[in-house]
């Protein structure tokens, strides 16, 4: 029989940089070891390190781009006030001459008729011109011009306000018509309010029983000839037990007191009803 050669195998220790057989018992040992434990404690304690230096490198790199940024912000804004600035000396701004009726433009030394709109100017013969040499931003209407029958914001072009605010001038004041618009709010019907639900009465008394309560509308002529039967039935039943007993029967002043305040107890409720059924 032919007998070959295997080879067993071997595990790699990143923390130690060596092999070991790739035993269960090999492992066990080799990490139990003096050596491997002091390796891997350095390791951990170089990872702690160097994740503090990372994050107090990112925090160095944040506070300095920060500061880059503001700089960098700081020098757009001086720049664009400084272009501004030039533009506007290149423009120059048109003031108005009231001795020639003219606006004047010192920068280029040059006229503009409102009138017209001509422009008149140019060396060395001056000469009335609809197209002048002068550059766009120099143009009446998109140069600033202060006085003169032309209000600013007005012309041939749009005349920034020479303050700087950077807001036209209001138009001259129109005629407005003031009008009031009344919009009715329609809502819509339930489609169940029409099922179930109870009718108040509207005639009769609301809000108390034994004849107190508020009175809606007076009753109808029957109605009101069974109220009396009824009250005529209740005197004739008062005055039969006041003759079985020889003489009308006395009530005390505490008695009476009392019945007074019920009746103003009747009187309160039957208020408050009416007034929660809407009567009131």
């Not at 143009?139 to 605010?165: E, I, K, M, Q, Y």
Request: proline share 6%; aromatic share 8%; with cysteine.
């Amino acid at each position: 029989m032919t007998e070959f050669w295997k080879s067993n195998a071997m595990y790699w220790c990143d923390v130690c940089k060596c092999w070991l057989n790739d035993t269960k018992a090999a492992r066990l040992n080799h990490e139990r070891g003096a050596g491997h434990q002091a390796k891997l404690e350095k390791k951990l304690y170089d990872m702690t390190k160097k994740a503090e230096r990372d994050a107090r490198a990112k925090e160095v790199n944040e506070i300095a781009m920060h500061k880059i940024e503001a700089a960098a912000k700081k020098q757009y804004e001086e720049d664009k006030k400084a272009a501004a600035a030039a533009a506007a000396a290149e423009a120059g701004q048109w003031t108005w001459d009231k001795g020639s009726g003219y606006y004047y433009n010192e920068t280029h030394r040059w006229y503009y008729d409102p009138k017209t709109q001509w422009y008149y100017g140019g060396e060395p013969a001056p000469a009335w011109s609809q197209t002048p040499p002068l550059p766009a931003s120099a143009l009446f209407g998109t140069a600033p011009h202060t006085g003169g029958p032309v209000p600013l914001g007005h012309g041939p072009g749009t005349a920034p306000d020479p303050s700087g605010s950077g807001a036209a001038a209001a138009a001259p004041p129109g005629v407005f018509e003031k009008k009031t618009v009344t919009r009715a709010v329609v809502v819509p019907k339930h489609p169940a309010s029409d099922i179930g639900g109870y009718q108040a009465p509207k005639t009769g008394r609301v809000g108390g029983g034994m004849g107190a309560g508020i009175v809606l509308e007076e009753p109808s002529a029957g109605e009101k000839r069974k109220r009396e039967e009824a009250a005529a039935v209740k005197a004739a039943g008062a005055k039969a037990a006041a003759g079985k007993g020889g003489k009308a029967a006395t009530i005390s002043k505490e008695e009476a007191e009392a019945l007074a305040r019920r009746e103003a107890a009747r009187q309160r409720v039957a208020q408050r009803t009416a007034a929660g059924f809407g009567y009131l």
